[in-house]
């Protein structure tokens, strides 16, 4: 099985993608996606279709796993970040993934036994859960990582080590 995690953003987009082989577990890809502000809307978006579509193809991913968004202080971020959760809902439909959504607190409980932690504490617990990540990762990829893991623990046949 294989598992990719989105945190989507307009300027930033993380991701992480894990392959689970019986109990093992892998990390095959993780970083981000830079969408240049400079960039119209309708750029960015084509480009955020583009770079997952590549992601699902090449690593021949079967699930996607997204936190839920939630109406921070600008409700224009918060629909725009409806474009890009519809193109992963698009791209899940187009290659029959199996999606996972997780509300963010659900996310941090998951990961570090607290829904209100905050981003470090979410950071800290995913570098000690996946010790062989490059350290200093953008919020976004950890994040990213994060949602991943919820999305692995969701699965059936629970794993018992990273390789």
């Not at 997952?52 to 996607?64: N, P, Q, R, S």
């Not at 224009?76 to 997780?102: S, V």
């Amino acid at each position: 099985m294989i598992i990719l995690g989105v945190d989507p953003g307009f300027r930033f987009a993380g991701f992480g993608v894990a392959k689970k082989e019986g109990t093992r577990v892998s990390i095959i890809d993780y970083g981000f996606l830079r969408l240049q502000p400079t960039k119209s809307l309708i750029e960015r978006t084509g480009l955020f279709h583009s770079f997952f579509d590549e992601k699902i193809k090449t690593h021949g991913v079967a699930h996607l796993s997204l936190e839920t968004p939630f109406l921070g202080k600008n409700p224009q971020n918060f629909m725009k970040l409806g474009y890009l959760r519809g193109i992963l809902y698009l791209l899940t439909n187009t290659y029959k993934l199996e999606l996972n959504e997780f509300a963010p607190r659900q996310v941090k409980s998951a990961i570090t036994g607290s829904g209100a932690a905050s981003k470090e504490q979410v950071a800290r617990v995913v570098y000690q859960l996946l010790p062989r990540l490059k350290k200093d990762q953008r919020d976004d990829v950890t994040d990213a990582l994060a949602v991943m893991l919820c999305g692995l623990w969701q699965q059936k046949n629970p794993y018992h080590m990273f390789k």
